[in-house]
């Protein structure tokens, strides 16, 4: 065979690989891209008034891809951010509280752009989300202590005052806290919980409460914030007094957060009223 | 040739699926290790035990609305689980999912009604066959390879759209699992019990969203 019936083979393959599905008003375009845990990637095309409107159908969001859909790690929200804004790529959250990612086409002769730069960007983050960033130790020692805290939080406050996994602007998506506590709509309290199973995750636990607090005071909620709260996961492996003490103050001193250890919880009840 | 590798694809997995070698991608030694025992788990006759299968929470995913039935199979002594998955906005859009997380943490087999399109990546098959769209079957091959298939059944474009009814789907995938209610009867599935039963078919996933 030679090289160039090689390469003739190759264009009808890939070619053929392009499908489409008519799912109502939308088209969904099944792409030659092809992601590590073995599905093909899929946009679906609309029109929008007189825009075209390229979108993942909420599928990332969704989980359809058999994707992680709630990765909170560091690293991979870096590598979203990364392709997010280097591929121009907008979101918008359903009212079913679905994310979508999309781009905008005006001119039809945009659509074909529009469609490469979607499709890397399911392709990337679907593959990247199979990754674990962290080791399964860190995984669930913040796991449980998520749960316990969540579980103490809502035994003694009601539903409707407190939000966990929360947004400080939802509508921006910025900040995001352990739980946000609502004393009225114009008072509110954050809380982070810190925790790691090891030294520098449990010292990056701290700095991250840190730098939340400190970009919290950088926005127009700052007037509503009546507290800060850290409460501090003392039955974790990484807590290691003598060696985080410092770290825990100066936390404590520059951002004004009150300090509650896991083994005094109880104090949250009287901080929370 | 073509004719021949399109018929190895859509084989069901009582066929020679299992014999599928030289593949190029992520593969469970887990399962390539244990292949007789993965057999026994698909091929022998598993039961449940409830004749109705209301699905009114979500599970892991907002979005999904999920059902755990027990699952008893004659080779194990431990918990074998059945897991219906329905998108709580499109009721046509289902999964049926066999997983035994003793032996394996993901699914060892399982149906998707709608979704994305599985790449099967095997080598010797040319590249535009190894897409396998949905409504399809999941289960693992003799190397440990996740793969889909479809059937005759899920081809014929009649008897797909009828599949659409997750009540005649259950049915066709216990007949499939060889998984069957008392002696050889299927559950009812009711989606949303109690509620005044609409079905919510939102066949376009951009419906209802505005895009600013």
């Known amino acids: 065979m030679s090289l160039e019936k090689v390469f003739q083979d190759i264009k009808y393959s890939f070619d053929s690989l392009w499908q489409t599905k008519q799912r109502g008003n939308s088209l969904e375009i099944i792409t030659p891209y092809g992601t590590t845990n073995n599905q093909f990637v899929s946009v679906f095309v609309t029109m929008q008034g007189s825009e075209f409107i390229i979108t993942d159908g909420g599928w990332i969001n969704g989980g359809v891809y058999d994707n992680v859909t709630q990765n909170e790690e560091a690293s991979f929200l870096k590598i979203l951010y990364h392709f997010q804004s280097s591929l121009g790529i907008k979101e918008i959250v359903s009212a079913d509280g679905t994310t979508y990612y999309y781009l905008k086409a005006t001119n039809s002769i945009d659509i074909p752009l529009r469609v490469f730069d979607l499709a890397s960007f399911i392709q990337n983050i679907v593959s990247v989300s199979e990754i674990s960033f962290e080791s399964k130790a860190e995984k669930e020692t913040k796991a449980r202590f998520i749960s316990k805290a969540n579980e103490f939080l809502k035994s003694f406050i009601q539903a409707d005052k407190i939000k966990l996994n929360c947004f400080l602007n939802p509508e921006k998506k910025e900040l995001k806290f352990n739980a946000l506590y609502y004393n009225s709509p114009t008072n509110l309290k954050l809380i982070n919980y810190i925790t790691g199973s090891s030294l520098s995750y449990f010292a990056n636990s701290i700095f991250k409460a840190n730098t939340l607090y400190e970009m919290a005071d950088d926005t127009v909620y700052k007037e509503y914030v009546s507290d800060k709260v850290s409460l501090i996961d003392t039955t974790a492996s990484g807590y290691i007094p003598e060696k985080i003490a410092h770290y825990l103050s100066h936390l404590e001193n520059h951002t004004g957060s009150k300090m509650v250890n896991w083994s005094e919880k109880e104090k949250l009840q009287t901080i929370l009223n | ?212």
């Open chain 2, 1 to 212: 040739m073509n004719k021949i590798t399109y018929n190895f694809i859509y084989l069901t997995f009582l066929g020679q699926v299992n014999n599928w070698l030289n593949m190029t991608s992520k593969k469970h030694s887990v399962i390539r290790d244990n292949f007789d025992f993965y057999n026994k788990l698909l091929e022998e006759r598993k039961s449940v035990f409830s004749e109705v299968i209301g699905i009114c929470k979500t599970g892991n995913n907002a979005n999904t609305l999920e059902k755990i039935e027990p699952v008893k199979h004659p080779s194990i002594s431990d918990e074998m689980i059945l897991i219906v998955d329905v998108k709580i906005n499109n009721h046509n859009f289902f999964q049926f999912k066999l997983r035994y997380q003793t032996f394996f943490d993901e699914p060892f087999f399982r149906f998707d009604s709608d979704g994305v399109t599985h790449h099967n990546k095997i080598d010797g098959i040319p590249l535009h066959l190894q897409a396998v769209k949905p409504p399809h079957f999941h289960r693992f091959n003799a190397d440990g390879l996740e793969i889909a298939y479809q059937t005759e059944k899920l081809l014929n474009e009649t008897e797909k759209k009828a599949l659409e009814d997750i009540n005649l789907c259950i049915a066709y995938f216990f007949q499939e699992s060889n998984t069957r209610l008392n002696q050889n009867e299927f559950p009812v599935i009711k989606i949303l019990p109690g509620t005044l039963g609409f079905s919510f078919i939102t066949e376009d996933p951009n419906q209802n969203v505005t895009f600013p």
